[in-house]
């Protein structure tokens, strides 16, 4: 005790209330400077509203030719619609990479193709060639009276223009 | 007043340490300066000046509203006096800054003057070619054509395939989930206000250090030669910005810029393509998987900002062999070959 005290004269008193000091004005710049920051990022951070199953009224069946495909634009989305063999198909027509518009172009090999990319899918909506990552997802179709509609997942967006 | 009072009367408001031009602008330099390649290195910063020149004139009539963007661009391009001039510049100048900054770090990286003790001039100096990217996307994202707009669409969604912190970068990044009215409002403040903050501060970082540190002797060259800063070496520098001026301008005149058509959001065009300094990564992506692609980028960046740092382990385990150049090259011979690839597609 006493030779450490004697290595260190005069260390103690002031330096540790320094210190002290320090450390406290130092955390409370932290707490107080991240507190600010979390703030601005929370401000800066939009709110996401949560997805919502709507359904919207897709045109008209026979707008699709048989084996054929077209992509429409339903306002809250695009979707693909796709006759295989008789039975209509309705998809996402975002494409799965990034995000560009497929579109129809029904060959033996693929039913939509990206342009961005070279991005092909099938019928099924099947990734068949191209970098996309995952099939085109899928929404449940319905044709009443002639009449075609989708049922489709949307988020609204945060600001309207 | 006499010139000398006036002399006085002025160090005396600005008191300089005494010898201050002798540290500063009378600077000795290695006589390998003296050929013009390097005096490159001054040219990004020349093309800089001229972005916040033309840049701050172009805000004058820009709105950054989805339903006004485009429409403003045209106006800027065929309308308000002297604008095709403006923006022809601004655009210029933008892929000019580009090549100059890609010219600057291949001689760095050739002459390896990214060596110990100044790895951290660099790290800034690659930060500062990311930004440069960065506002060449966010300034593309605002002229709002067809190209434009799915250009933002691809570039952005990419980040949102990082896992966990992927999709919230994308919302803060689009301030929403989808490119919507915000994104442009978003874009717009990144590129006239975040990034060109951030890069004032690092071109300061970059120049101070570059000053502090001095310029290296060039690696097997023995002449002591030397010569000053001031005036011989800025005369230099100040010579390529002319030249690169007077070029801009007699390009622009020659070739006024251009506008596609407006972007909808409906419609992706069949032949979209960014700018040709994003070829290499757009070829990339399009003949590798998006994770691949994706990790790829993420390593081929942190790479660059380590290379000093890797560059001295394979000269401890192999020495002498310059392993890390050939490494180097290997990497340009790749991008240039994506490059000229996704070109003559
Ligand atoms: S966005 Fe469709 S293939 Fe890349």
């Known amino acids: ?161 | 007043m006499s010139l000398s009072a006036l002399k006085t009367a002025v160090a005396e408001r600005i008191p300089l340490p005494p010898g201050w031009r002798g540290k500063t602008l009378e600077e000795q330099l290695p006589i390998h300066l003296k050929t013009w390649i390097w005096a490159l290195g001054g040219t990004p910063a020349v093309l800089f000046i001229v972005q916040v020149v033309t840049g701050v004139l172009l805000t004058f009539y820009y709105v950054a509203q989805p339903m006004h963007a485009y429409e403003s661009v045209r106006q800027i391009t065929f309308g308000v006096r002297f604008g095709w001039l403006v923006r022809g510049l601004h655009q210029a100048a933008s892929q000019l800054m580009i090549v100059a900054v890609l010219l600057h770090m291949i001689r760095v990286f050739v002459t390896r003057g990214y060596r110990r003790p100044r790895e951290v001039t660099w790290v800034i100096g690659v930060a500062l070619f990311l930004l440069t990217l960065g506002l060449a996307f966010t300034g593309y994202a605002l002229v709002y054509d067809q190209l434009s707009y799915w250009a933002t669409t691809v570039g952005t969604n990419m980040i949102a395939e990082v896992p966990v912190v992927g999709p919230p970068m994308l919302y803060m990044l689009r301030g929403g989930a989808d490119v919507n009215p915000q994104t442009l409002t978003r874009f717009y403040n990144f590129h006239i206000g975040v990034i060109p903050t951030i890069f004032v501060v690092l071109i300061a970082g970059h120049i101070l250090l570059v000053r502090l540190h001095g310029v290296a002797a060039l690696e097997g060259d023995r002449r002591a030669d030397a010569y000053p800063f001031f005036p011989d070496h800025v005369l230099r520098e100040a010579a390529v910005a002319l030249v690169v001026l007077i070029a801009m301008v007699v390009y622009v005149t020659a070739v006024p810029p251009e506008l596609g058509e407006k972007a909808d959001p409906n419609l992706t065009p069949s032949h979209i393509r960014p700018e040709w300094y994003f070829f290499p990564s757009y070829r990339w992506l399009k003949i590798v998987p998006l994770q691949v692609g994706l990790w790829t980028s993420v390593a081929f960046v942190i790479g660059m900002f380590f290379w000093p740092w890797t560059d001295a382990v394979l000269e401890r385990i192999v020495p002498g062999r310059r392993v890390g150049t050939f490494v180097g090259i290997g990497f340009w011979i790749v991008t240039l070959v994506l490059l000229l690839w996704e070109a003559f597609s």
Request: glycine share 12%; with cysteine; proline share 9%.
């Open chain 1, 1 to 161: 005790m006493d030779s450490a005290a004697n290595a260190v004269p005069r260390a103690s008193g002031s330096d540790r209330r320094e210190f002290v000091a320090d450390l406290v004005l130092s955390a409370a710049g932290i707490v107080g400077l991240g507190g600010l920051a979390t703030r601005f990022l929370q401000y800066l951070y939009p709110v996401v509203p949560p997805e919502q199953v709507i359904e919207v009224a897709a045109g008209r069946r026979d707008a699709v030719p048989a084996n054929g495909g077209i992509v429409v634009n339903l306002g809250v989305g695009h979707v693909a619609l796709v006759d295989a063999g008789g039975e209509l198909r309705a998809f996402s027509a975002v494409c799965t990479h990034l995000g560009c518009i497929v579109k129809a172009e029904p060959t033996d090999h693929h039913a939509l193709y990206c342009a961005c990319h070279g991005g092909m899918f099938d019928r099924q909506g099947e990734v068949v060639g191209g970098p996309p990552p995952r099939p085109l997802p899928r929404y449940p179709v319905e044709v009443r009276d002639g009449q075609v509609f989708v049922k489709v997942i949307v988020r609204p967006p945060v600001l309207t223009a």
